[in-house]
């Protein structure tokens, strides 16, 4: 069992920043990535970055030059540091982690946290 909890969301002007945090914990033997995704109502969630427990980092074309994604092994947790943002960016974001728990690959997603982008 492996739980995720993100954190850092809120309110925020256009051009403003935020900085996301996820943390990972339970019967976790080994990280292969983390990441985040995010979806607007009414539309496809649509996967915002990704990385490697490596440091190897994707981003969606949208965020590129804007979001910067990190993550911290020792502490199963991935940051998004988002800046410039944009009302477009207004989306609940999720955060997951793929791992080996108990010898076995799983999948475990956050429950979300709330980015409203707005003047």
């Known amino acids: 069992q492996v739980q995720v909890v993100e954190s850092g969301g809120g309110l925020v002007q256009p051009g403003g920043s935020l900085r996301l945090s996820c943390e990972a914990s339970g019967s976790i033997d080994s990280i292969y990535d983390m990441g985040w995704s995010r979806q607007a109502p009414g539309k496809l969630r649509v996967l915002v970055a990704t990385i490697s427990s490596g440091g190897y980092a994707n981003y969606h074309d949208s965020v590129r030059g804007r979001f910067t994604i990190s993550i911290d092994n020792a502490k199963s947790t991935v940051y998004l540091q988002m800046n410039s943002l944009k009302p477009e960016d207004t989306a609940v974001y999720y955060c997951?982690?793929?791992?080996?728990?108990?010898?076995?690959?799983?999948?475990?997603w956050g429950q979300g946290t709330q980015v409203t982008v707005s003047s």
């Open positions: 997951y982690v793929r791992s080996r728990s108990r010898g076995m690959p799983l999948t475990s």
